[in-house]
């Protein structure tokens, strides 16, 4: 069981926006608990956080994170309980936040399995939100020139993740809909 006092620190850490103070607390965790996926995923979540809010590069331009371990522990996470789509979901957009599309392409495709495997899973606003993410970084790394080869190669995987997050079971499905007058 992970200690309930450091979890509570932790959030209101985030909560603050203290998230270096918020990886402590993680780091804490585990140490103590390094058999759960709870402390790699905070940890994580709070360097992405700490990273989004005030960017990565010192003022000397070296990574003041370490944006490998956070993927990393990601990874751990979601790989310690293969059942969360949550922990599945963040490593997939941490991945994509970091620019790593091809990989965050094939933990989406994961995510989408384990949404297929089961009932109790939808995954339906992961992957929408994921398209949206996946089009942000095509446009921003092709300065929205669509027509070029990046643009050309993820755009059709952004776009059926798009309609798999609209309930869709496929894009031949959302087509059929798009075809009908």
């Known amino acids: 069981m992970v200690d309930e006092e450091l979890s509570v620190k932790a959030a209101q850490c985030i909560m603050s926006g203290d998230y270096m103070g918020a990886m402590e607390n993680f780091e804490a965790i585990i140490d103590a608990h390094g058999d759960s996926p709870v402390g790699y995923h905070g940890w994580a979540e709070a360097a992405l956080f700490e990273i989004q809010a005030n960017g990565n590069f010192d003022e000397k331009g070296n990574e003041r994170i370490n944006e490998g371990q956070v993927a ?44 297929d495997s089961s009932d109790d899973f939808d995954v339906t606003a992961d992957l929408f939100q994921a398209a949206k993410m996946l089009i942000d970084n095509i446009d921003f790394k092709t300065n929205f020139d669509r027509s070029e080869a990046f643009a050309k190669q993820f755009i059709p995987v952004a776009v059926e993740f798009a309609f798999l997050g609209m309930g869709f079971s496929s894009t031949e499905e959302a087509v059929e809909y798009l075809a009908l007058e």
């Open 72 to 115: 990393a522990y990601f990874q751990k996470a979601a790989k310690m309980d293969p059942e969360s789509t949550e922990y599945q979901a963040a490593l997939a957009n941490a991945l994509i936040e970091f620019d790593r599309i091809p990989k965050a392409i094939r933990e989406l495709k994961k995510l989408k399995e384990l949404g």
